[in-house]
Nanobody
Framework: QVQLVESGGGVVQAGGSLRLSCVAS????????MGWFRQAPGKEREFVAVINRSGGTTNYADSVKGRFIISRDNAKNTVYLQMNSLKPEDMAVYYC????????????????WGQGTQVTVSS
């Protein structure tokens, strides 16, 4: 099992930046694929970005490609999401997720979830 705790959310103006962090505890962090997902009010949770165990492979949703960067530091048991050029449509609760089997983008493929951190983008 792994426990995930996100931080770094907040209020930012459109065009601004935020960096989310997710610290994992429990089993070896480097054995997990890690991902970021988000859920806006009234919408389903959606894929944002994923990263493989070593950090050498990443994948992004088209809506954030070129603006967001996912990275990880296995020595610190932490995965990051650098969010640049934020738009009002990026406003959501952002969730960190982990799984040991797949780098997939489907929400139901991910076994472990954090509690989420709110990102608010003002226009």
């Amino acid at each position: 099992q792994v426990q995930l705790v996100e931080s770094g959310g907040g209020v930012v103006q459109a065009g601004g930046s935020l960096r989310l962090s997710c610290v994992a505890s429990g089993r070896a962090f480097s054995s997990y694929y890690m991902g970021w997902f988000r859920q806006a009010p009234g919408k389903e949770r959606e894929f944002v970005a994923v990263i493989n165990r070593s950090g050498g492979t990443t994948n992004y949703a088209d809506s954030v490609k070129g603006r967001f960067i996912i990275s990880r530091d296995n020595a610190k048991n932490t995965v990051y999401l650098q969010m640049n050029s934020l738009k009002p449509e990026d406003m959501a609760v952002y969730y960190c997720a982990a799984n040991s089997r797949t780098l997939g983008t489907v929400v139901t493929s991910w076994a472990y979830w954090g509690q989420g951190t709110q990102v608010t983008v003002s226009s």
